[in-house]
């Protein structure tokens, strides 16, 4: 690294603090483009060959003739997909006017002749076709035999933005169905971004800003310094233990000016949009004076057998406050292999800026309901790509034997575990920066994050094992080098064998409670009383807040003696963010701004 | 010396014994000439949706040959194959996750013919006279097109669930159809239209075949609970005698009807010659996991090929007694053909 970039970097943390207040928006929009042009800057002079390399040296109309012969190159072999669709569409876009003859032949030949697959998943389906669309504007006219699947331009316009718009139309009515992914938010913003500056059919362009303010909406009012708070639909190891990994941080990065400077490749090609974040967003995502209960409904990823529904709803709850976040979804599985379905981040301490726990499942019948093939064979298939799955230390995956209730910043977990399940107990991340994690008379556990105290009481015995984050040469979940190549240790996994099981979550400030020791006192004052018998697992509490729950695995709940009805959860509620289901129509609010997202008008108006 | 000559002799004559004749496999390259087999793959583990060349897709093997060779989609998770066949001209299709597939030049290029609505196409039925009608199975139900694919239509009446692994039309009335679905199979007489449950007995539904020759015969397997047979064209089912409560994947019957074939999840190769009533082990390769497909040379019952979970192609001349490995190793091999 050269001298001018450390310095730049320096900067760009004293900027990212500034950020962490609320400033004008011609301040924003200043800092944005200084944290853009430090993104684009890595890539305008690398000289590894790459997509965003090259698309950044057609941006800025520099040094043209490496850019073509990196596209030249890089097109000599496509690969990726959807993953190839984007980065080639998103260069051309920003190079077709700059590009030479060569360049730009070898970019259409490559879309008569590579055969991208439209995947799998939402976000598969998401960026092939805002790409397809993208490059069928482009290529106007052509017939079938000029593209990689034999139809024509117009063919291809017409089918993706069918799917585009349908897309739009469940997310804004029943929910996105890979919802609230910290390492997926990156493959819905980049696709919307782009269609919101190159698409050339209005209606297309409006709701690619539309989808883009939506999902950064979504993420914003989840937003704790970079981190998304809350139960999601899927994350990898290391980003759930480490949370400023992911994805969605390189973006609060940019967009919000919080987390840590990156030079992720995920937010090349929006640092060269034109695409602004309203400021009614970024306020929300920045605003932690007042602590507020979020809740929104999503769905289940489609159910294709196994099940009675396509969509099952998912209920998701948060409670944020300027030190942390607890979230949770309301447990089952909801999602295949990667779902986190409740946690506690907070701002305290980095990179393990978490707490939260699991039953660490895998099953022939998750993977089967959500995919085709023979649930016998699935799981080696699963594990070829996803390598923690049927690991009983993995750290990520939903169960269907976990529920949650969480109410403000009281959140119990109850599990009933079938004998013979493909594991038998149950686990806790507990980070190694804990500043205390004390096993109080009473039985809770205590733990001191900074100004963040979060208390966790067992209902059964558990031990404690020490664990290793990463060996040397340790390959992640996708096959690639783990970013840390040296072996740390510290963090505490808390285990537990008992099948019928759970524990209470109690998360305090110290703005909230005062001191540690006063949290301490408050914890051993507050037991719960619990049954845990096969088939009748049940609990009662009384929080640190004086509310009374009572939940009875799976799915009773009451909240000082009234049920609690989640299926009336709606699609965003809250002080900022507001969304009835199905009315395609998301309304944010901030002091005296609005701004309304209206679907079936394809309207933005404040 | 003479014992080593004896044994010699011995294993000449056992491996004489296991190959068809040099005329036999004249004839059958005759009959089969200007035919390949085709063989599609739906993953090669160790890929990953967006990373590296799965080397997925359909491949070639020319009659005689021993080499697959992909000749197309090599980036696609494929399902299945189908055909037309016309007096002057025919259409391949394939089964891919993608949408269905047709080439209507031999294989050489191909077109896309179904759009977002449809997700992953697990088989291809076409119409073995009308080429404008094709049947297409998908995790959310059959679909119809009688329009060579221009458009299509969901046929679900009568479907209690939307997986359908498989769609089957009937050796001799091509209006009836059967469906392999989550919890049974199920049979439709007018094209599609409507669907009835057969109740074969089965919870989780795998695999399903029509006697070719008997076309009452009908069998059936499903996950964890062995095969089981009707002989009334669907009307009762009993469960097969001898074969594990395991979970078979593939079924096939001879053109002849005499022998029947299955297999699925560690289950190895297993036989039966009388209507699939009563079934033995024909062969086990324990580095076998799953057997996903099995092929039955149509003029030449003895030439078997089985398509694995992963472990990619094995091939028989000697209806099963002797099996090599027949390349695409690693591959989840999900249907085989000899297609011209």
């Known amino acids: 690294m050269n001298v001018k970039k450390f310095f730049l970097i320096l900067t760009l943390f004293a900027l990212q603090s500034a950020n962490a207040q609320l400033v004008s928006r011609e301040t924003y929009l200043k800092e944005f483009e200084k944290r853009a042009s430090f993104v684009t800057s890595i890539y305008d002079t690398a000289q590894s060959s790459g997509y965003y390399q090259a698309a950044v040296r057609y941006a800025h109309g520099k040094d043209i003739a490496t850019a073509d012969k990196m596209v030249i190159e890089l097109l000599r072999d496509p690969r990726g997909d959807m993953f190839w669709m984007i980065p080639a569409i998103g260069t051309y876009l920003q190079g077709k006017d700059r590009m030479s003859p060569e360049a730009r032949a070898a970019m259409r030949n490559a ?40 139809k024509s ?29 910290p390492d997926y938010f990156p493959e819905y913003a980049m696709p919307m971004i782009l269609l919101s500056q190159f698409a050339k059919d209005p209606e297309m362009k409006t709701r690619g800003a539309m989808m883009a303010d939506y999902i950064f909406a979504d993420f914003a009012v989840e937003h704790l310094e970079g981190q998304y708070i809350g139960g999601y639909s899927r994350i990898y190891q290391p980003a759930v233990y480490k949370p400023l990994l992911s994805g969605a941080s390189a973006f609060a990065y940019l967009y919000f000016g919080t987390g840590e400077p990156t030079n992720s490749g995920w937010i090349v090609l929006p640092a060269l949009s034109n695409y602004r974040l309203p400021e009614i967003i970024y306020s929300i995502a920045l605003d932690r004076s007042k602590t507020y209960v979020h809740q929104e409904r999503k769905r289940v990823r489609n159910v294709i057998r196994f099940g009675a529904e396509k969509n099952p709803p998912v209920y998701k709850y948060s409670y944020i406050t300027k030190n942390y976040g607890i979230g949770s979804l309301q447990g089952g599985i909801l999602q295949p292999i990667q779902q986190h379905t409740w946690g506690v981040r907070y701002t305290y301490g980095r990179p393990y800026t978490t707490i939260f726990g699991l039953h660490p ?124 190549r040296v072996k740390e240790t510290g963090n505490w996994r808390l285990r537990s ?110 | ?99 269905l597939h047709q080439s209507v030049d031999g294989t050489k290029s191909w077109r896309i013919l179904t759009d977002w609505h449809t997700e992953e196409i697990l088989s291809v039925a076409p119409d ?90 009908l069998l059936t397997g499903g996950e964890d609970n062995g095969i089981r047979l009707s002989l009334d064209g669907g009307g009762t089912w009993q469960a097969a005698r001898g074969v594990p409560k395991a979970s078979f994947y593939a079924i096939a019957i001879s053109p002849d009807g005499h022998t029947a074939y299955a297999g699925g999840f560690k289950t190895g190769l297993w036989t039966s010659t009388d209507d699939g009533v009563s079934w033995k082990l024909l062969w086990q390769n324990p580095d076998i996991e799953a057997i996903s497909t099995i092929y039955v040379h149509k003029n030449d019952s003895s030439h078997l090929m089985i398509g694995t979970s992963g472990q990619g192609i094995y091939e028989s001349l000697d ?16 249907q085989i053909e000899l297609y011209p």
């Open chain 1, 111 to 150: 879309w008569k002749t590579y055969a991208p697959y439209r995947g799998d998943t939402e976000n598969h389906w998401c960026m092939y076709h805002a790409s397809l669309f993208l490059a069928a504007e482009q290529w106007p006219n052509l017939p079938g035999s000029e593209w990689y699947n034999g």
């Open chain 1, 153 to 181: 331009s117009e063919e291809n316009l017409r089918d993706a933005k069918e799917y585009l718009i349908h897309w739009m139309n469940i997310t804004t009515t029943i929910g996105q169905g890979e919802f609230d992914s």
């Open chain 1, 361 to 484: 499942y895998w099953s022939a019948l998750e993977v089967g309901m959500f995919f085709p093939e023979e649930v016998k064979t699935l799981i080696a298939d699963v594990v070829a790509s996803k390598g923690t799955y049927n690991n009983p230390d993995k750290w990520t995956g939903g169960s269907p034997y976990e529920r949650t209730f969480q109410h403000k910043n009281a959140l119990i977990v109850l599990y009933d575990i079938t004998p013979g399940t493909t594991t038998e107990h149950i686990d806790g991340f507990f980070p190694r920066n804990l500043e205390e994690r004390i096993v109080e008379p009473s039985g809770w556990i205590a733990c001191k994050a900074g100004d963040v105290y979060i208390g966790w009481y067992p209902l059964q015995e558990y031990e404690w094992k020490e664990e290793s984050d990463a060996s040397i040469n340790t390959l992640n979940d996708i096959g690639r080098p783990q970013l840390e």
């Open chain 1, 497 to 606: 064998y008992k099948p019928q099981n759970g524990y209470v979550i109690e998360v305090r400030s110290k703005d909230e409670i005062g001191s540690f020791a006063q949290f301490q006192s408050a914890l051993n004052t507050h037991t719960p009383t619990a049954k845990l018998q096969p088939g009748a697992v049940s609990l009662q509490y009384v929080t640190l807040s004086g509310d009374k729950m009572e939940f009875a695995f799976p799915e009773k709940r009451t909240l000082n003696g009234s049920a609690i009805d989640l299926s009336k959860t709606k699609l965003f509620e809250g002080p900022f963010i507001n969304a009835e289901v199905g009315s395609e129509k998301m309304t944010m609010t901030y002091k005296n701004k609005k701004l309304v997202l209206d679907f079936k008008a394809v309207k933005i108006s404040e």
């Open chain 2, 1 to 99: 010396m003479a014992a080593i000559t004896k044994l010699v002799l011995v294993a000449a004559l056992v491996l004489l014994a296991g190959m068809p004749s040099a005329a036999f496999q004249q004839e059958h390259q005759e009959k089969d000439q200007g035919k390949n087999y085709y063989a599609v793959v739906f993953l090669n583990r160790g890929s990953l949706t967006g990373g590296t060349q799965r080397n997925v897709g359909l491949f070639k093997r020319p009659l005689g040959d021993t080499i697959w060779t992909n000749i197309y989609g090599r980036n696609l998770l494929s399902f299945g194959l189908g055909i037309w066949e016309g007096k002057s001209s025919r259409r391949h299709y394939m089964a891919v996750g993608n949408g």
């Open chain 2, 128 to 217: 073995p006279i009308d080429s404008a009608v094709i049947y297409v199975s998908t995790p959310f139900g059959v679909f119809k097109s009688i329009d060579e694919g221009r458009h299509w239509e969901k046929k679900m009446s009568g479907m209690k669930k939307w997986f359908v692994k498989k769609v089957v039309i009937d050796v001799n009335n091509r209006q009836k159809l059967f469906a392999v679905a989550e919890e049974d199979v199920y049979r439709s007489t007018d094209s599609g239209e409507h669907w009835e449950p057969l109740h074969a007995g089965l919870t989780d539904v795998q695999s399903f075949a029509q006697d070719p020759a008997f076309p009452q015969h």
């Open chain 2, 319 to 334: 209806a099963g007694k002797t099996w090599r490995s027949a390349g695409l190793q690693g591959c989840q091999v999900r």
